[in-house]
């Protein structure tokens, strides 16, 4: 008989750890245990979630802040989107926080989550401000999530004058590429100090 841990079972059944253990505590998947008490599933689990299908979609929360010094700010995004979650009526399945840029699109838990809405597993994402998503593209975003009946929910939804988005623009490019810049000097540095030890020698 085959054996998962429970992130491996968790990517095959295409749901995440926190849902199987949601499941396990509400009885409708209860996992075996080691001898350490942690969870593991067999061939057994397998065949009983692929003999009922899965389809119940969930809310998921995404929070997100561009760097460390920002940390706090992720506790003030899910104080409030917990106000707003609670006001509606959503039972959140999911909390994903970040620390990492709007422009980054590389981002791991936010590519995870693009593969749980193309898998149809989300109902809706519900963030704090739409650039905690991403910073550009946000309207392919919203097809893509619209494409697999997904719905976004904005908690600020206050529209920028056009002037003020558009520096808020340049300033996030300009940023950007300053620190590409001052990496590469530094890497310049690195490398005319490693030629001239060489020369040296």
């Known amino acids: 008989m085959d054996t998962y841990k429970a992130g491996e079972f968790a990517s095959i059944v295409g749901v995440s750890v926190k849902t199987l253990q949601k499941w396990d505590r509400s009885k409708r998947l209860v996992a075996d245990r080691t001898v350490t008490n942690r969870r593991y599933y067999t061939s057994e ?31 003030n995004q899910r104080i409030a989107v917990e106000q707003l979650c ?16 709007g422009m980054n699109m590389k981002r791991p838990r936010f590519l995870n989550l693009v593969d749980m809405i193309c898998a149809k597993q989300v109902e809706r ?12 593209g946000y309207d392919l975003f919203a097809h893509l999530c619209a494409s697999n009946q997904c719905e976004i929910v ?47 020698a």
């Open 45 to 75: 689990h397998l065949a009983k979630i692929r003999g009922k299908r899965v389809d119940k979609r969930t809310t998921v929360v995404y929070l997100r802040v561009s760097s460390n010094a920002q940390k706090p700010d992720l506790a």
């Open 125 to 136: 994402v519900v963030v704090a401000h739409k650039d905690r998503l991403m910073r550009f």
């Open 154 to 200: 904005i908690l600020n939804s206050e529209t920028l004058s056009p002037e003020r988005e558009m520096v808020e623009d340049l300033m996030t490019i300009t940023h950007c590429f300053s620190a590409r810049l001052y990496g590469l000097r530094n890497y310049r540095k690195a490398l005319e100090k490693a030629v001239k030890s060489d020369t040296s």
């Open 86 to 101: 609670s006001a509606r009526g959503y039972t959140v399945n999911d909390w994903i926080s970040e620390i990492g840029g």
